[in-house]
């Protein structure tokens, strides 16, 4: 499967071990020797435009993607006890 960066963009990211939304992918982080995705960057809880807020970008190896579908990425990763909850949906 080929993807552009600007579809993974809009692609929602969630936390298969706990059922979390991590938001969507801001960035990529490459090796470039290889021409490898090293990993997908998301900005982290409370971010604005990945620049306003006060928590660091959260960053998912690459082997921790577990699949990425038409509309999300599911990921495996273990969150730390002192990150903020879970997003929630909003009914509307």
């Known amino acids: 499967m080929v993807c552009r960066f600007s579809e993974l963009r809009c692609k929602e990211v969630i936390n298969t071990e706990d059922g979390c939304r991590l938001g969507f992918v801001e960035d990529l982080e490459l090796d470039t020797r290889d021409g490898?995705?090293?990993a997908l960057i998301v900005p982290g809880p409370g971010?604005?435009?990945g620049m306003f807020g006060k928590t660091?970008?959260?960053v998912i190896p690459w082997?921790?993607?577990k699949r990425i579908g038409e509309d999300i990425i599911l990921?495996?990763?273990?969150?730390?006890k002192?990150?903020?909850p879970c997003?929630?949906?909003r009914p509307f």
């Not at 990921?75 to 730390?80: A, H, L, P």
């Open 75 to 80: 990921v495996d990763v273990e969150r730390e």
């Open 56 to 58: 660091d970008n959260i």
């Open 87 to 89: 997003r929630k949906k």
């Open 82 to 84: 002192n990150t903020e």
């Open 47 to 49: 971010k604005v435009l």
């Open 63 to 65: 082997p921790c993607i």
């Open 36 to 38: 490898r995705i090293l």
